[in-house]
């Protein structure tokens, strides 16, 4: 399973909808509560972070994106405690 954080820096209301939307399409699971940061998991072995990246450049054209590729070890949020359950389980 491959990890990415998607960062995009000040998307509109709409933007975020619609990457949110087109991340609800694929087979990846992914967990969007800061309005600027996606963080997914993804099973499919040819997915890199420039995949990632160029998809989202199609969807959001013009907007300043970054993608990482990481391995979690370790983790730390300060967020109501509903929103931890999709980390605690899949991140």
Same mark, same amino acid.
Do not use: A, C, D, Y
């Given at each position: 399973m491959r990890k990415f954080v /998607?960062? $995009?820096n000040a998307p509109s209301t709409q933007q975020q909808n619609a990457l949110s939307k087109f991340l609800q399409g694929t087979p990846c699971g992914y967990w969007h509560y800061l309005s600027d940061a996606w963080l997914v998991v993804d099973s499919r072995p040819a997915s890199t972070a420039a995949s990632w990246r160029d998809e989202i450049?199609?969807?959001?054209?013009?907007?300043? /994106?970054? $993608?990482?590729?990481v391995t979690v070890e370790d983790w730390a949020g300060n967020m109501p405690k509903k929103n931890f359950e999709w980390l605690q389980k899949s991140w």
């Open positions: /998607i960062l $995009v450049q199609t969807l959001l054209p013009g907007k300043n /994106i970054l $993608v990482f590729s």
